[in-house]
């Protein structure tokens, strides 16, 4: 049986699709047996992300509507056998699925995946309560601002009585130079009011913008830092025990480098 | 050795975001036509009405959709054609 | 002056104790500044009240409570057989001796809400968007950057401790005070108080 993973966050805008196809790109590089369940119905984006938005022929309504078989709808994604999309409908709104039936759909996906990774929508209305409903835990994503980190508690409240305890913590988006001046919370901050474990930290970092452009997860390509603190993350998941990545806030020699070219 | 240092730092023959820009087209193009159904059933109304003049089509095996592909979207029609019309092509 | 009126919560739910000796007029009075300062306590219209003195009032008497009640989103709740006696006499004493202190051992998130009639005593902290609303005191075993409202039924004697005060908002029965500008992170548990009519915070004792 695999495991059901939500990823989740209450607030938009702060990564949560981004890390759904990292991490689950990272397990799938590994060898691991992924499906990827995109739960914004009405406003996909998971495929997009993960380059796949022309493969789409049936989607998870369809499923859930009984219009066609799990098996039609799920995308397997050519550049990495053993990863899967199952996207979401485009043309409907959150109401047209129910908590139960996405218990049920998970379910079924944990018999033949060793992971199910579920990109949560923002917000705390039916989208979120689908969202987490046949998840086995949680992963919170959030970014070093006050905005984001006061919906972050929210949801943690709400997972909390929904009998979803324990999530882990991803903040994203860290500029380590403004961390350094104090113009951005750090990481102890943000644990402190949060008291949830920390299970990684991502740095801002340009190659996300260019790697969604290609529709090209950014961790499997080795050029980023980005690429790094999501391949950290997918191996803490599986349990090993990975240190922080230390950020550097003056030039490494690759950023200097590109400049040189020009880059 | 320029382009490997070009490709070490994932720069391509085309920029990303012209890369962006192409795909969000054609999946803009995917995304509005399904948004609104009726626009399907309005194209497919038109398309009978002009078709007609030239021959009698089957309308109710009429079959009209988009597809998808990586490079593009095209508008596939099949229609039955039960006869073609006389005059229409006629003009002198 | 004595109070004529007061709220008890039991294990039958929140009663409304009213001294009959007190004219009726200032009780009505006194229920009235009570329920203004409650503020949002019964706002959310899911307060069943029972009134055990009611089987003792006139009619016209029932009446003018029953439209306080309306007007402050109370409801009101026909009382069951009990010993009403020994209620009424409760009433004449100092309220302090209230055993039904509500302990809760876990961090408040953002969201969520404690509301208590008597003290409430926290054992984590109140993030901020969480709030914590007594009739009694707040006691915060922890940082507190949420709202808490003590006296939430007017008691201008209640107060608010915290081992970090750092509360966006904090309330002490009708009167509302905000968080300095200038946020010194307090290195000493504090507690807020209302001395000659204003809040202030002191350290804890």
């Not at chain 1, 702060?14 to 689950?24: E, F, S």
């Not at chain 3, 009663?15 to 229920?31: E, G, K, P, R, Y």
Request: aromatic share 4%; proline share 3%.
């Amino acid at each position: 049986m695999g495991e059901v993973i939500v990823i989740t966050s209450g607030k938009g805008g702060v990564g949560k699709t981004t890390t759904t196809a990292n991490i689950g790109t990272g397990f799938a590089l590994l060898g691991k047996k992924v499906v990827l369940v995109d739960a914004d119905i009405g406003l996909r984006n998971l495929d997009v992300v993960m380059g796949l938005e022309n493969r789409i022929v049936y989607d998870l309504v369809d499923v859930t509507d009984g219009n066609c078989r799990l098996k039609q709808a799920l995308i397997r994604d050519k550049r990495y056998e053993t990863l899967y999309l199952l996207p979401a409908a485009q043309t409907r709104d959150k109401n047209a699925v129910n908590p139960d039936q996405m218990k049920q759909l998970c379910q079924e996906l944990a018999q033949d995946f060793d992971y199910v990774i579920i990109d949560c929508p923002a917000g705390i209305e039916q989208g979120f309560r689908n969202a987490i409903a046949g998840a086995d835990r949680a992963i919170i994503v959030t970014t070093p601002e006050v905005s984001a980190v006061r919906d972050a508690d929210r949801i943690i409240g709400l997972l909390e009585s929904e009998g979803k305890h324990n999530p882990k913590l991803i903040v994203n988006r860290i500029r380590p130079l403004m961390v350094k001046k104090g113009d951005m919370m750090d990481i102890d901050d943000i644990i402190e009011i949060l008291a949830v474990d920390l299970l990684g930290i991502i740095p801002e970092d340009e190659y996300i913008v260019i790697s969604t452009n290609r529709g090209e997860p950014a961790v499997a390509s080795p050029v980023s830092l980005a690429s790094t603190a999501y391949k950290n993350i997918v191996g803490r998941l599986m349990g090993e025990n990975i240190p922080l990545m230390t950020l550097e806030t003056n030039d490494g020699f690759f950023e200097r480098l590109k400049r040189v070219f020009r880059f | 050795m320029f382009e490997l240092i070009q490709k070490l730092f994932g720069k391509d023959s085309s920029s990303s975001k012209d890369i962006a820009k192409e795909r969000l087209r054609l999946v803009l193009v995917h995304d509005r036509v399904n948004v609104s159904p009726q626009f399907m059933e309005v194209l497919k109304d038109d398309m009978i009405r002009v078709i007609s003049n030239y021959m009698d089509i089957n309308e109710k095996d009429m079959e009209v959709s988009l597809t998808n592909s990586k490079s593009s979207v095209a508008l596939i029609a099949n229609i039955p054609v039960n006869r073609m019309k006389r005059g229409m092509y006629n003009q002198d | 002056m004595r109070d004529g009126v007061v709220f008890k919560g039991s294990k039958d739910g929140l009663q409304l104790v009213i001294d009959m000796a007190t004219d009726f007029d200032v009780i009505i009075n006194q229920l009235k500044s009570k329920l203004e300062a409650a503020g949002e306590f019964f706002a959310n219209g899911n307060a069943v009240v029972q009134v055990p003195s009611a089987k003792d009032m006139l009619p016209e008497q029932q009446q003018k409570l029953v439209a306080l009640f309306d007007e402050y989103g109370l409801v009101w709740q026909d009382v069951k057989e009990c010993d009403f006696d020994s209620l009424a006499d409760d009433v004449n004493q100092n309220s302090e001796e209230e055993s039904n202190t509500l302990i809760i051992s876990k961090t408040l998130r953002n969201g969520q809400e404690v509301v208590h009639s008597n003290s409430v005593v926290i054992i984590g902290d109140v993030n901020p968007g969480a709030k914590v609303i007594a009739g009694g005191d707040v006691t915060i075993n922890g940082t507190c950057r949420g709202v808490a409202h003590a006296g939430a039924f007017g008691d201008e004697t209640a107060t608010i401790t915290a081992s970090r005060l750092l509360a966006s908002q904090i309330r002490i029965a009708g009167l509302i005070s905000r968080s300095p500008d200038k946020l010194d992170i307090p290195e000493y548990a504090e507690t807020a108080r209302i001395r000659d009519g204003v809040v202030v915070i002191e350290p804890a004792r």
